[in-house]
């Protein structure tokens, strides 16, 4: 049998889990109607402020630190100064009714970003009417330094969060979603404030800011400022703040984001309680295809593991996360060497640092009562010749 890949978002019924986040792959109804066409069954447009500074994109503005993983799918980092959107809130909606005429059925959420109360009211309304299905609050871009109600710089004041949400849920009649910042600022307590303001669901999370040096010029690359970091290795970042928010506030719902790049991702954000997914740096990288390849990735692992919705493993490992008081501290597991794998390089020896291993004859030899069971000597071995298992 087929999986069911359907899922619900504040009442709204998804084909599947996969909505591409607010970014330059939706900067227009063409690229949004690309995301559908390519299998999302959801996308946030590029955020619509009326902010000029912010709809302005610094040129060059985009770098991947270590492209050629990118294109294969392995770790690597992706660091741009992308703004908002570069059409006025006016253009948007002749955008909304283009995509609302040809997909009428896909999920299409706005994202909003305004300096005030009255701006994030104006823009509320706006898109409401235009016909979105739902509005993305932008209280997460790392690039919004001074402005105290847009992006991570309104995540310092909770007053300012607490008020947008509740403005924007008076103004909108459709549902409204809160996207958290990982920067400077603790997601699960933005969560909370959004919370308890009435809104809908909220994504959780973006990406952080950072900084690229030329060491040759000691000047920062390209743009020559700060920048939004992200890629695969926040994954558990992400993972970390969507858990602490499910097991918290188990009636909110999570829209999982931040490192995705396959179906496991997906899968692992699913596991620990978000009902849904967004990507973005995965579209930039690998273009609209990837799509397609995460959602069948997804079901493939689905299929293995003999889930047929995504209900069946929505939350499934929250009860296994195990406090800090409940983590075992006794010696009960013992390292083997697989001697077929083993090339005696001495690795293992060289960074124990409890003189545990001395290599003998070009193979490791492990005393049990020097070794700590901390692990590193598994994790470190280049040809996986170490292995930890429980002592009998």
């Not at 640092?353 to 492990?366: D, L, N, Q, S």
Request: aromatic share 8%.
């Amino acid at each position: 049998m087929k999986v069911d890949l359907s899922v619900e978002i504040a009442g709204i019924v998804l084909e599947n889990p996969l909505i591409v986040a607010s970014g330059t792959p939706t900067r227009t109804a063409e690229h949004i109607i690309k995301c559908y066409e390519a299998g999302a069954a959801g996308a946030v447009t590029k955020t619509i402020t009326y902010a000029e500074i912010h709809r302005a994109q610094p040129k060059p503005r985009m770098h991947v630190i270590y492209p050629l993983n990118a294109i294969k799918g392995e770790y690597f980092s992706f660091y741009s100064i992308e703004l908002m959107s570069e059409l006025e809130p006016e253009k948007w909606v002749n955008e909304i009714r283009k995509v609302k005429e040809k997909y009428p059925d896909r999920l299409l959420v706005a994202s909003i970003a305004g300096r005030s109360l009255e701006e994030w009211e104006k823009l509320a309304q706006i898109v409401d009417e235009a016909g979105a299905d739902a509005i993305e609050l932008n209280l997460s871009c790392p690039h919004v330094e001074k402005e105290e109600f847009m992006g991570k710089a309104a995540a310092k004041k909770t007053d300012i969060i607490y008020n947008i949400v509740k403005t924007v849920k008076k103004t909108a009649n459709i549902p409204v979603i809160g996207k958290l910042t990982p920067q400077g600022a603790n997601p699960l307590e933005l969560a909370k404030i959004m919370y308890s303001a009435g809104v809908d669901a909220v994504v959780s999370t973006a990406r952080f800011q950072g900084l690229v040096l030329d060491l040759n010029s000691l000047e920062p690359i390209l743009w020559k400022g700060f920048g939004g970091y992200g890629g695969p290795w926040q994954l558990p970042i992400s993972l970390a703040w969507t858990a602490h928010i499910a097991l918290e506030l188990p009636d909110l719902t999570i829209i999982g984001s931040g490192g995705i790049h396959s179906g496991k991702d997906a899968a692992a954000f699913i596991a620990v309680g978000a009902a849904a997914f967004q990507v973005c740096t995965a579209v930039i990288v690998k273009s609209y295809s990837v799509v397609k390849q995460i959602l069948e990735e997804l079901a493939d692992w689905m299929t293995e593991k003999g889930y047929m919705k995504i209900e069946d493993f929505k939350g499934k490992a929250l009860p296994k996360i195990k406090s800090l008081e409940e983590l075992n501290r006794k010696k009960i597991y013992r390292i083997e060497v697989d001697e077929n794998e083993c090339t005696g390089c001495g690795i293992c020896a060289e960074r124990c640092f409890y003189g545990a291993i001395i290599v003998k004859k070009g193979k490791p030899e492990i005393n049990y009562n020097l070794c700590d069971n901390c692990g590193l000597c598994v994790a470190i071995c280049p040809n996986r010749a170490l292995k930890i298992k429980k002592a009998h």
